[in-house]
């Protein structure tokens, strides 16, 4: 797996397409690995090395590339919609992109994670809640300095492997109060093991609210393990919250939840708030098809069932 250094020197040299900004948010579970992020950050880009958070990308691709066809191989260049020449549409080979770009359609941003458990903190990052809170008062205050945004988690927020399926909200609302004390821009407060129900979501969510904490400052962070990632979502936007994570495909899960499957998937998420009324800007076909190509990618299963209906109407 690529570390921080080779991957912010790849989207620096090889900028992806996209018509609209992205955020790179980079995991960091201690000082020490925002320093390294630092290093690595000011050695792939010096001439921006004061401000980390506005990475700006030349060159950047006026329209984005054609999505890969299911089954292109990664080896062929992918078709380049844009060179030193804007809107050309030429199969330039992606050496061409050298250099950043003035406008910043690429912004990146920071997270720390917490747990409500002791017993995942434990797991997950060798410390005591109090101690990565603490942890976390380093790391926040260094990225501010240097104009990072940062987003925190807190895992295992409705059902712990190690402590069952009752976190306490009140813990949660602690942690997440804590966080937002200490400057982070939004807390995602995480599903992580799927054991999260729609009672338990709306339990947490009073308790978030008691806690003075705005729906504004929420994002809601949904593991699909026993499937109701979607049910649980909709809890959250019945009060107010509007920022979810979801992954392409269903990918992800955690490495210290025993079985945690993936994130909800984005195309189910996204083709449930469409069917809510809500406009989310995404492009669900063109999202099913991303899904279906790197879940090939990968060699696993794509585990989005909206997405596997759409592309399968599509390649009808
Ligand atoms: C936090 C530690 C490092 C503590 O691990 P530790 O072993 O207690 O660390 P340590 O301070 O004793 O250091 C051990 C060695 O690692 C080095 N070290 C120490 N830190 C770093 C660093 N950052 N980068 C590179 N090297 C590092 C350190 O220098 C030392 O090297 P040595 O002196 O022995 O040669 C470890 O527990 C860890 O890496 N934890 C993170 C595990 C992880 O990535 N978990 C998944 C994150 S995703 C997640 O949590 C879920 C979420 C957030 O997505 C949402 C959800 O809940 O669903």
Known sequence: MANSADILESLNRYPPAASGS???????????????????????????????????HRDAPLTPPPSP?????????????????????????????SKPSLDPPHTYEISVFLAATEAFSRANTNC????????????????????????????????CPYEGPSTPPSEVAEIT???????????????????????????????LFAAGISPNDLALHFHDTYGQALVNAVVGLEHGIRTFDSSVGGLGGCPFSKGATGNVSTEDLVHCLHSLGATTGVDLEEMSRIGGWISEELGRPNESRAGKAILSRLNS
């Open 22 to 56: 992205i955020a790179y948010n980079f995991l960091v579970p201690n000082l020490k690995g925002l320093e390294n992020l630092l290093r690595a950050y000011d050695a792939a880009l010096p001439t921006k090395s004061e401000d980390p958070a506005s990475l700006q």
């Open 69 to 97: 066809k299911p089954g292109q191989m990664a080896s062929e260049p992918a078709p380049i919609t844009s060179t030193q020449h804007p809107n050309a549409m030429g199969s330039a080979p992606l050496e061409q992109f």
């Open 128 to 159: 005591s809640i109090a101690e990565s809170i603490d942890r976390c008062k380093a790391i926040i205050s260094l990225a501010k300095s240097r104009s990072l945004p940062v987003r925190g988690y807190v895992s295992v927020a409705l059902g």
């Open 177 to 207: 109060a804590s966080l937002l004390e200490m400057g982070v821009d939004e807390v995602s407060v995480a599903d992580t093991t799927g054991m999260g129900t729609a009672p338990k979501t709306r339990e947490l969510l009073k308790a």
